[in-house]
T-cell receptor, first 109, second 116 residues
Framework: GQNIDQPTEMTATEGAIVQINCTYQTSGFNGLFWYQQHAGEAPTFLSYNVLDGLEEKGRFSSFLSRSKGYSYLLLKELQMKDSASYLCAVSDSNYQLIWGAGTKLIIKP | IAGITQAPTSQILAAGRRMTLRCTQDMRHNAMYWYRQDLGLGLRLIHYSNTAGTTGKGEVPDGYSVSRANTDDFPLTLASAVPSQTSVYFC???????????????FGEGSRLTVL
């Protein structure tokens, strides 16, 4: 079966750095997405990786290793507004998105 | 403001009733999707449409139907609601359909449905 694993919840301190991991087992691979979802709101796109390596976008970076079936989202200089759920999703061989359950990130002052 | 509009925002429904969730986008995106989001689970695809006039079944299509008469609208209908359909429903769109989907999804604000 297809599976996306990510931690259920993480806690970090304002101003610090946090890394959210995502491992996947899918039938084929056509890219990996990260979305941010604040409580009670819609998910919004953060990043897309299809090649191995690190993609940096401001305070957020996303890393992919296809051989390991592994990605992480790195958030630097954490702000209170970064408190949200972070969703990992993989596009499989049929280009269907398989979603993880999300990681709830709690930022403490 | 460009984007996706869903209605209603929230609804309580008696089991056995028929319900249509509305979704309209003004970005002229070809592809549209309906997802449900349940606590502890990832988003699950119910139905999708790669372009106006075509629809397809997702991971959890049973009990739901959709239509795509034009580019902008993609309503989701529950013919006879059951309590297991209590969920938050998200409509989304993208420039590309499932075939060749490498683009981001744009989501509506969600419709919270409770079936009693």
């Amino acid at each position: 079966g297809q599976n996306i694993d990510q931690p259920t919840e993480m806690t970090a301190t304002e101003g610090a750095i946090v890394q959210i991991n995502c491992t996947y087992q899918t039938s084929g691979f056509n890219g990996l997405f990260w979305y941010q979802q604040h409580a009670g709101e819609a998910p919004t796109f953060l990043s897309y990786n299809v090649l191995d390596g690190l993609e940096e976008k401001g305070r957020f970076s996303s890393f992919l290793s296809r051989s390991k079936g592994y990605s992480y989202l790195l958030l630097k200089e954490l702000q209170m507004k970064d408190s949200a759920s972070y969703l990992c999703a993989v596009s499989d061989s049929n280009y269907q998105l398989i979603w993880g359950a999300g990681t709830k990130l709690i930022i403490k002052p | 403001i460009a984007g996706i509009t869903q209605a209603p925002t929230s609804q309580i429904l008696a089991a056995g009733r028929r319900m249509t969730l509305r979704c309209t986008q003004d970005m002229r995106h070809n592809a549209m999707y309906w997802y449900r989001q349940d606590l502890g689970l990832g988003l699950r695809l119910i139905h999708y449409s790669n372009t106006a006039g075509t629809t397809g079944k997702g991971e959890v299509p049973d009990g739901y139907s959709v239509s795509r008469a034009n580019t902008d609208d993609f309503p989701l209908t529950l013919a006879s609601a059951v309590p297991s359909q209590t969920s938050v429903y998200f409509c989304a769109s993208s420039d590309e359909g499932l075939a060749g989907h490498t683009g981001e999804l744009f989501f509506g604000e969600g419709s919270r449905l409770t079936v009693l």
